[in-house]
C-alpha cells in the first residue's frame, strides 16, 4: 500500500513568518482534525486533551507543543478510526510526523514526538500498571508497534536526549481520550508554538 504524506501544509509553511506557520498549523489542524482519533474523540479533541495535560503539569512550552502536535502524522496521512487499517498496519505516525515538523521545530519539539510510540513499549516494561490501563486499542496497537521492550532496547532509549519527555508524553497521550471534556481552544496555544518554531 503506497502512503500518502499530505505536504500542502508543509508547503504553507515554508518561507512564511511564525505567526503565520501558526495560522497554517490551526487551520489545518482544525479543518483536517474533525475525523475520529477512537471510539470517543476526534483527532482535534485528542490534541487538545493532550496539550491541556502538559500545560496542567507545568510542562516547557516544547513539550506543551509536542504534546499538541504529536499524532499530526495521523492527520497529514489521514488515518483514522473509520479506516480499518488504522490499528493492523503500522503507518509509523510518529516518524512522518516528526520528519515533517522538523524544518520547522526543534529536536526538543520533535523527538517526543518521534518517540510517543516506543515510550508506550518502554513503560510497560517498565511499569506493571502501566500496561494494564492501556485502551483496547492502544493493547492491540503495542502489537505492531514491536511489542514490549527489551532490556538492551530499554538502555538504547534512555541515551537519546528528551527520552524523559517522550515518556511524559506519552502518559498524558493515553488520558487524552475522554469524551465530550472541555479544553481551551486550540488558539490559545499560538504564542507557546510560536515561540518553539525555529526563526
Ligand atoms: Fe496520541
Request: one cysteine or more.
Amino acid at each position: 500500500m503506497e502512503n500518502y504524506v499530505d505536504q500542502s501544509l508543509a508547503e504553507e509553511m515554508m518561507g512564511a513568518t511564525t505567526r503565520q506557520q501558526v495560522d497554517a498549523l490551526f487551520e489545518y489542524m482544525e479543518r483536517r482534525g474533525q475525523s475520529f482519533y477512537d471510539e470517543v474523540v476526534t483527532q482535534l479533541e485528542h490534541a487538545l486533551q493532550c496539550a491541556a495535560l502538559a500545560k496542567q503539569h507545568e510542562a516547557n512550552p516544547t513539550l506543551i507543543t509536542g504534546a499538541l502536535l504529536h499524532d499530526l502524522g495521523h492527520i497529514i496521512l489521514d488515518e483514522h478510526n473509520a479506516d480499518k487499517a488504522f490499528l493492523d498496519i503500522d503507518l509509523n505516525h510518529e516518524e512522518i510526523g516528526a520528519q515533517y515538523l522538523a524544518p520547522f521545530f526543534p529536536e526538543s519539539v520533535t523527538t517526543p514526538i518521534r518517540l510517543h510510540v516506543p515510550a508506550k513499549r518502554y513503560l510497560c516494561a517498565t511499569d506493571t500498571s502501566y500496561h494494564e490501563g492501556l485502551s483496547d486499542a492502544s493493547k492491540k496497537s503495542l502489537i505492531v508497534q514491536g511489542g514490549v521492550m527489551s532490556g538492551a532496547e530499554r538502555e538504547a532509549f534512555e541515551q537519546i536526549p528528551h527520552f524523559q519527555d517522550a515518556l511524559a508524553l506519552r502518559r498524558w497521550d493515553d488520558l487524552a481520550k475522554v469524551r465530550g471534556l472541555e479544553t481551551a481552544a486550540l488558539e490559545s496555544y499560538h504564542d507557546i508554538v510560536q515561540q518553539c518554531l525555529i526563526q
